[in-house]
Every structure is written in structure tokens, then in C-alpha cells.
């Protein structure tokens, strides 16, 4: 059972837009930067957004991250098949002073 | 290119020991916090252990499952970090990923095995 809830699975269609929910606690997502990664089968995870929604040098605007309060969203704009893959997301929680990563959400375009 | 290499995965025996090491490549590790990050067969990530930067006294934080059984540090000669694990168990059967904490947790080693089976 993981400290941030999102859902299994989301499933579009190319082109359109898919939001993924984070949902933590006072202690963590309402307190901390958000962090997003992306996971290929077989592969590293890689660094999608950091501090709620600020994109690293390389990853496309079609990404976007927001926050509020003790949720996170992240969201992904022209979806393309090459999307499907697992995201996670993740932050620090101040009461358990340990990392914490949401459960993942298997991305499916249709 | 910053890189992070992990190696010392294997197969080893319940309540066996393991030492994973994972080398730096193009920025000075001691700068950065380090993490180890682990993932079990087909389930999601899970966040291990944390050692800091010399400017926050190297102090160290761990997961529950693992606290005083995992250790870990690092050799500043050697641009390393290490993850001292006893105890194991079956239940820490998992890819183990080196990860570098800056801005997210931005780096990311390709990930050493590490299996507990009699």
C-alpha cells in the first residue's frame, strides 16, 4: 500500500490529453515538491517534471505537472503511442523522513 | 555525460549479505544526494535508501523494510556509493537503481539484481 494513491491504469486515444492523479497527505505531496517519471519495461525510470512543474532540459512541453494542496497531477498533452509506459510520482514525506513513490499508473494509448 | 553504474547484484541465500556499488561519472557524488531505489519483479518503484551531501553531514535515512539490515555510504576517493545489505530476505528480490537527488531524482543507474533464493 503506498503513501501516494494514483490509479492503476489510464487509457486515450492518440492525440488526445490524459491526466494522472497523485493524491498524498499533508506531510508529503501538501508540503514538498512533486516529482514525475516515466518507465519503459526493462528500463530506468527517467525524470518527467521536478519541483511540481518544471520540466528538465529535453523533455517536451507536451508534459505538464500541477499541485494543489495534498494532490499532483500530471499531465500529458498529443499523445503518441511511444507514451505507453508506467508513471510515477514521487516526494519527500516530512513526517516519515523517507522518499515516497506513488504506486505507478500504467499509461495505454489507444 | 553523467552517468551512474551499479554493479554487485547476484544471487544469494535468505539471510545472506550482498554489496551493491554504484561509480559516478562527470559530477563529484559527495555534492549530491544519493539514493537507492529497488523494484520487484512487476511491481512499482520503491525508495530504499538516502545518504546526503557533505554539506548536510552525509547523514542517512532508510525505508522501514530495510532499516538496520541495509546500509549506506560512500567513498569520496573512489566517486562512489555503497549499499551493505544483510539479512536478506525473498522480499528484497528486486532490481536495485542508483539514483542521483537534485532537482527529482534526475539521475538514474541501469539497475543491478539482486535475487534471494535457497
Known amino acids: 500500500q503506498s503513501v501516494l494513491t494514483q490509479p492503476p491504469s489510464v487509457s486515450a486515444a492518440p492525440g488526445q490529453k490524459v491526466t494522472i492523479s497523485c493524491s498524498g497527505s499533508?506531510?508529503?505531496?501538501?508540503?514538498?515538491?512533486v516529482s514525475w517519471y516515466r518507465q519503459f519495461p526493462g528500463a530506468a525510470p527517467k525524470l518527467l517534471i521536478y519541483?511540481?512543474?518544471k520540466r528538465p532540459s529535453g523533455i517536451p512541453d507536451r508534459f505538464s505537472g500541477s499541485k494543489s494542496g495534498p494532490s499532483a497531477t500530471l499531465g500529458i498533452t498529443g499523445l503518441q503511442t511511444g507514451d505507453e509506459a508506467h508513471y510515477y510520482c514521487?516526494?519527500?514525506?516530512?513526517?516519515?523522513?523517507?522518499?515516497?513513490f506513488g504506486g505507478g499508473t500504467k499509461l495505454t494509448v489507444l | 555525460e553523467v552517468q551512474l553504474m551499479e554493479s554487485g547484484g547476484g544471487s544469494v541465500q535468505p539471510g545472506g549479505s550482498l554489496r551493491l556499488s554504484c561509480v559516478a561519472s562527470?559530477?563529484?557524488?559527495?555534492?549530491?544526494?544519493m539514493d537507492w531505489v529497488r523494484q520487484a519483479p512487476g511491481k512499482g518503484l520503491e525508495w530504499v535508501a538516502r545518504?546526503?551531501?557533505?554539506?548536510?553531514?552525509?547523514?542517512?535515512e532508510y525505508a522501514a523494510s530495510v532499516k538496520g539490515r541495509f546500509t549506506i555510504s560512500r567513498d569520496d576517493s573512489k566517486n562512489s556509493v555503497f549499499l551493505q545489505m544483510n539479512s536478506l530476505t525473498r522480499e528484497d528480490t528486486a532490481v536495485y537503481y542508483c539514483?542521483?537527488?537534485?532537482?527529482?531524482?534526475?539521475?538514474w543507474g541501469q539497475g543491478t539484481t539482486v535475487t534471494v533464493s535457497s
Open positions: 514521487g516526494t519527500w514525506d516530512s513526517s516519515l523522513n523517507v522518499w515516497v
Open positions: 539514483a542521483r537527488k537534485h532537482y527529482g531524482i534526475d539521475v
Open positions: 545518504i546526503r551531501n557533505k554539506a548536510n553531514s552525509d547523514s542517512t
Open positions: 519541483e511540481n512543474n
Open positions: 562527470e559530477f563529484t557524488l559527495s555534492d549530491h544526494f
Open positions: 499533508g506531510s508529503n505531496v501538501g508540503r514538498n515538491f
